[in-house]
């Protein structure tokens, strides 16, 4: 489903930088000002990234809801914005923010942490040594396999 088609108050030139989904929809990463932590992605339309740029505080549309939300109105877990850009393509916004409290619904400080994946293909640096630590055949701490392992 769509998000509406009000009449928006966004900067008319910024509109037309944008690059929507077929929803009307672009996406909005959101990243810790200070530390660079990515902390979640939201999708705005229009009028929630107009709200965003004009309030101080992360608006997004709920795809699920088919309504806005600012963030932390029910939590408390406020994203104060301290700035916006678009990325080359138009098709999705970088919002970084002072964070207040969890970012995930979960109450995880990210909606990244909980579900991390292995990465196994990952080629070595020219002139790096592997950790004497990663021995073939065993797990890396932190790795999925690391904790599984921990688990049995």
Do not use: N
Request: with cysteine.
């Amino acid at each position: 489903m769509s998000a509406p088609t009000p009449v928006s108050s966004l900067d008319p030139a910024v509109a037309a930088l944008l690059k929507r989904d077929s929803s009307g929809l672009v996406a909005a990463v959101v990243q810790q000002h200070d530390t660079g932590e990515v902390l979640m992605l939201g999708w705005m339309d229009d009028e929630a990234l107009a709200r965003t740029l004009t309030t101080g505080r992360v608006t997004f549309w709920s795809r699920s809801r088919q309504e806005y939300w600012r963030k932390g109105d029910t939590s408390g877990h406020v994203q104060h914005v301290r700035a916006v850009a678009l990325d080359c393509d138009g098709d999705a916004l970088l919002v970084q923010v002072d964070q207040v409290g969890a970012a995930c619904h979960t109450g995880d400080r990210t909606c990244f942490q909980a579900r991390p994946l292995a990465v196994t293909g990952m080629p070595r640096q020219p002139g790096s040594a592997q950790p004497s630590s990663a021995q073939p055949g065993s797990t890396q701490p932190g790795s999925v396999e690391h904790r599984e392992e921990a688990i049995r």
